[in-house]
T-cell receptor, first 115, second 113 residues
Framework: AQSVAQPEDQVNVAEGNPLTVKCTYS??????LFWYVQYPNRGLQFLLK??????LVKGSYGFEAEFNKSQTSFHLKKPSALVSDSALYFC?????????????FGGGTRVLVKP | DSGVTQTPKHLITATGQRVTLRCSPR?????VYWYQQSLDQGLQFLIQ???????AKGNILERFSAQQFPDLHSELNLSSLELGDSALYFC????????????FGQGTRLTVV
């Protein structure tokens, strides 16, 4: 079985400050990891993914994430947050042996960036 | 705009009824996924089709069924609806059937009364 934990329901950060959204996962074998963002009344938008290789993955809108195998984590980061980054962020995992492309999502973390 | 089209955007129906949700994937995408998003269950994977064939199955109820047609559009059929089926249903699509990012539609909000 595969699972994802996003320990924080909400993260508040001031505009211009660094933003971190935490994610830990559990999966058999090596994982494929994803981050998606959801704006109000919209579908999920893909931000970035880790498949293999460099542990630091760069994605859209200045976001990056670091894969840490020993800590089974894949935290999302942005050096300088914008008010427009306020949204709901989802981490997702898929085990390499899983059938198809079935993703298991975390419960989501709401990010609020204050001006 | 992700290129994935879902219809209808909103649907209100009574308990016991049956509804069909429709999804047109991005041009060129062969995989279609269905997800259910609710406050208590979060975002749950229901099912994946790839080029017309079922590829992966999640926690999809027996009252629910899906299919992907030769033109690659997909339909999710929900029957004997219950209040607890009220949720946002997302369709997503991707080029391949394995490790690839999926592109989500805007969802169909289903309200069962």
């Amino acid at each position: 079985a595969q699972s994802v934990a996003q320990p924080e329901d909400q993260v508040n950060v001031a505009e211009g400050n660094p933003l971190t959204v935490k994610c830990t996962y559990s999966v058999s074998g090596n994982p494929y990891l994803f981050w998606y963002v959801q704006y109000p009344n919209r579908g999920l938008q893909f931000l970035l993914k880790y498949i293999t290789g460099d542990n630091l993955v760069k994605g859209s809108y200045g976001f990056e994430a670091e894969f840490n195998k020993s800590q089974t984590s894949f935290h999302l980061k942005k050096p300088s947050a914008l008010v427009s980054d306020s949204a709901l962020y989802f981490c997702a995992v898929r085990g390499r042996r899983a059938a198809g492309n079935k993703l298991t999502f975390g419960g989501g973390t709401r990010v609020l960036v204050k001006p | 705009d992700s290129g994935v089209t879902q219809t209808p955007k909103h649907l209100i129906t009574a308990t016991g009824q049956r509804v069909t949700l429709r999804c047109s994937p991005r041009s060129g995408d062969l995989s279609v996924y269905w997800y259910q998003q609710s406050l208590d269950q979060g975002l749950q994977f229901l099912i994946q089709y790839y080029n017309g064939e079922e590829r992966a199955k999640g926690n999809i109820l027996e009252r629910f069924s899906a299919q992907q047609f030769p033109d690659l559009h997909s339909e999710l059929n929900l029957s004997s609806l219950e209040l607890g089926d009220s949720a946002l249903y997302f369709c997503a699509s991707s080029v391949g059937d394995r490790v690839t990012e999926a592109f989500f539609g805007q969802g169909t909000r289903l309200t069962v009364v």
